[in-house]
């Protein structure tokens, strides 16, 4: 399950968007609204937002997606369910709203419209709304018993549109040359190939990186919102762990009858330790070594 917020400043769009009868909608909740047609709905929507001028886009639409594989057990009336408990963790009441489903995509969504001016004229605020949207959606989801969704591996590339669609390119192109990549030029080089480029963002005028940001098709992106796996310090501490693990193996083969043999974890890891002691040993005697200048002895005085 995950949560897509718009604001806006008419009512218009939105309530003839999710009321289109193209999108096979259908209405499962209504508050707070006059219903004898749309314009009667936007209408209601735009008197009680009249009531506080100071809210600049009185227009809250959140679309609730669920995973594909949760559609055979999601009823409208459990789709309900599920969208009272995050409206009310949004702490998005007292206000006009309606909750409406769509059919024409293959998995299961819901939009839920509300008016940002509450019934007493106060503003609903949108203060952290993603953050705070983020982490209920995961908690509904375990809640009810959802399918988890492991980041963009569920996106249906071919629906997207740009900037979406370049976007998903690029975290593809990462996802795949990553792993054999022990530094930043062996990804360049890689993500070159793809067209692909890299620019990286200086703290002030430091030569200290702050951040790296991906272009491709005159579109491009920070490394966090590529994915927060991309992040420069995500994907610097990757590249570290990949050198750790090469060391590791080349440690962890021994000659064996001209061959290369893999060997067993336990065996490897007592290995390394046996290595590393060794060096260290070899280090101590080569200190030893270094003579000392003898001290002068003292005749007897007379």
Known sequence: MIAKIVKGQDFSGVVNYVLNPEKQAELLQIE????????SIIESFRIQAGMNSRIKSPVGHISLDFSP????????????????????????????????????????HVHLVF?????????????????RSEKICKELTHQF??????????VNSHRLKEPDKTKYR??????????????????????????????????GKTSEV???????????????????QFSFSMITAQMESNRKIELQNQRGQVQHGGNQTDVPGNYLTSLIRAIDKQNECERRK????????????KGPTM
């Open 210 to 228: 702050q951040g790296v940001t991906f272009a491709m098709n005159g579109y491009s992106f920070s490394g966090s919102k590529v994915d927060r």
């Open 115 to 131: 008016n940002r001016v509450d019934d007493e004229g106060k503003t609903i605020s949108d203060k952290n709304d993603r953050y």
């Open 145 to 154: 018993g959802l399918y988890f969704a492991k980041g963009k591996e569920q």
């Open 286 to 297: 080569e200190r030893q070594i270094v003579p000392k200048k003898a001290k002068r002895r």
């Open 69 to 108: 594989k949760d559609k055979p057990t999601l009823t409208s009336e459990r789709m309900q369910e599920i969208a009272d408990a995050y409206r009310k963790a949004m702490e998005i009441e007292n206000t006009q709203y309606l909750l409406v489903r769509h059919y024409d995509k293959e998995h299961p």
């Open 32 to 39: 707070g609204l006059r219903t004898k047609d749309h314009q």
């Open 170 to 203: 690029i975290y593809e192109a990462l996802k795949i040359s990553l792993p054999g990549c022990k530094n930043w030029d062996e990804l360049i080089d890689k993500l070159k190939d793809v067209q692909i480029t890299v620019e990286f963002k200086f703290r």
